[in-house]
């Protein structure tokens, strides 16, 4: 039985989208996140940072939402989530992980969290613009990478938690969204700066079950 601390829409959703398709036993249990909400003191026992996701399960407690999304899918291999350790493809999975987290993830965060990131009470606007052009930057490179597969996935064994962790990345900000979804035809956006090979790694990801349950539960 696992223990999943998350919240609805955030890094919590690739470990819970790799427990729906493991059909492990696992409960959910939302923390509030807020910025000005207090963390539960039990909750910073297991997680002194007092973020999402924490994953406890034996008599372990693992932090970290791309490491424990690598280590649920290893563990349950029948999802064929991740590429086993002797496969061609596995060092391209490493890598799409962990630039996902390290530089996607750590881009986005700069832009929501901007005053966080600065000691100027006005310097919020100059740290938000400077994380938009390098999400520009980090995305134009996802897309191009996309397409040198055949697609549509990072893999061409098959879908994989990075593209679950694409995709739960690209719900948080609206300047990506639009890019993304077919809407952005509506939102006059023009070809060259849509999102194709990810709006299609979406729409293929969401033919697995037990991920599109979890994309929509989360409010995807
Ligand atoms: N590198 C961590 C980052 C986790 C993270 O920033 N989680 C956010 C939600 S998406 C959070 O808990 N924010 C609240 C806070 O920082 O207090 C991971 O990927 O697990």
Not at 32 to 35: L, T
């Given at each position: 039985m696992y223990t999943l601390y998350g919240s609805l829409g955030a890094a919590s959703l690739t470990p819970q989208c790799v427990l729906e398709e493991a059909g492990a036993p696992y409960e959910l249990i939302e923390v509030?996140?807020?910025?000005d909400t207090e963390r539960d003191p039990e909750y910073l026992k297991l997680n002194p940072h007092g973020r999402i996701p924490t994953l406890v399960f034996d008599d372990q407690v693992m932090i970290e939402s791309a490491a424990i999304s690598i280590y649920l899918a290893d563990k349950h291999s029948q999802t064929q989530l991740s590429p086993p350790l002797d496969h061609p493809e596995r060092s391209r999975y490493l890598q799409w992980m962990v630039y996902l987290t390290n530089t996607l993830q750590e881009a986005l965060l700069l832009k929501m969290y901007s005053s966080l990131y600065t000691d100027d009470p006005e310097g919020s606007a100059a740290v938000i613009s400077r994380a938009s052009s390098k999400l520009d930057t980090i995305m134009a490179f996802v897309e191009q990478s996309l397409g040198l597969t055949e697609g549509p996935f990072f893999l061409s064994s098959g879908l994989s938690t990075a593209d679950i962790y694409l995709n739960m990345l690209g719900g948080w900000d609206p300047a990506i969204q639009v890019r993304i979804l077919s809407s952005s035809t509506v939102a006059n956006i023009p070809e060259n700066q849509r999102y194709i090979n990810v709006e299609r790694n979406y729409a293929e990801m969401l033919k697995r079950p037990g991920v599109a349950k979890t994309f929509a539960a989360n409010g995807y």
């Open positions: 509030d996140i807020s910025e």
